[in-house]
C-alpha cells in the first residue's frame, strides 16, 4: 500500500504504508512577530479517519544527544495509542509493528520529528516505540488514549535483530536507561498484539 495524503483544511495527514500509522502536519501562520498553529484539533483529526480519544498527555527531557529511549509499549487492556511531536531539539522516532497478522509485522518504520518540521506521528495500539535524540536539549510531548499502567508497562530490547533497526546509522554509543538495557527480546516479552484489520 502506496502513501497517501489526506488534507483537512489546515491540517495535513499522510497515511503510511503501516495499517494505521500516520504523519500529522499542521499548518503554520507566521509574521514579523512569530507564529500561531492548532497543535491538535479532534474535528480535523476526524476528518482524516482519525477518532482516538486521547485522555493525558506527557512530556519528556533529554538532556544529551545520543540518548534512545525504547522500545516501549501497554500491553492489553491498556494499549496505547500516541501522537508525539518534538517542540525542542531533534529526534529520529522509531516504531516496530508487533500486530500479529499485519502485513508489516515486524518490520519498522522512523520519521525525523524537530522543533522545526512540526512534524508529528500518530501511533496506533500495537506497536513498540522509541526514539533517539539528534540534538543536545530535547524536549517531546505525545498525547495517549489510555491512562500510564505500571502492571502493564513494557519494554523490548531496541536492539532486537528481529526488528533490524539500523541505530548505528543514528547514534554510535546510545545512552540507555538502565530499564532499556535490560529489556527482553521480543521472543521473550509477552506482547500479544492481533491486527484487526
Given amino acids: 500500500m502506496e502513501e497517501n495524503v489526506i488534507v483537512c483544511g489546515d491540517l495535513q495527514v499522510t497515511k503510511t504504508e503501516f495499517p494505521g500509522l500516520c504523519i500529522v502536519e499542521p499548518k ?36 544529551q544527544k545520543g540518548t534512545l529511549r525504547g522500545l516501549h509499549f501497554q500491553t492489553n487492556p491498556k494499549c496505547q495509542t500516541k501522537l508525539i511531536r518534538c517542540t525542542r531539539g531533534a529526534i529520529v522516532d522509531v516504531v516496530v509493528d508487533l500486530r500479529k497478522g499485519s502485513p508489516t509485522y ?37 498525547k495517549v488514549d489510555e491512562f500510564y499502567s505500571k502492571e502493564n508497562d513494557r519494554s523490548v530490547r531496541f536492539d532486537d535483530p528481529a526488528f533490524g533497526i539500523d541505530w548505528a546509522s543514528l547514534v554510535e ?21 492481533t491486527f484487526e484489520g
Fill in 28 to 63: 503554520f501562520y507566521g509574521d514579523n512577530r512569530g507564529w500561531f498553529t492548532e497543535t491538535y484539533s479532534a474535528q480535523k483529526l476526524a476528518m482524516a479517519g482519525i477518532h482516538t480519544v486521547f485522555v493525558q498527555d506527557n512530556q519528556s527531557f533529554s538532556a
Fill in 106 to 142: 515486524l518490520k519498522h518504520y522512523s520519521v525525523e520529528l524537530t522543533a522545526e518540521n512540526h512534524k508529528q506521528f500518530y501511533i496506533p495500539k500495537g506497536f513498540a516505540h522509541g526514539f533517539v535524540t539528534l540534538t543536545d536539549d530535547v524536549e517531546v510531548q505525545y
Fill in 173 to 193: 554509543n546510545p545512552i540507555l536507561s538502565q530499564k532499556d538495557l535490560s529489556a527482553p527480546l521480543y521472543a521473550d516479552s509477552d506482547a500479544d498484539f
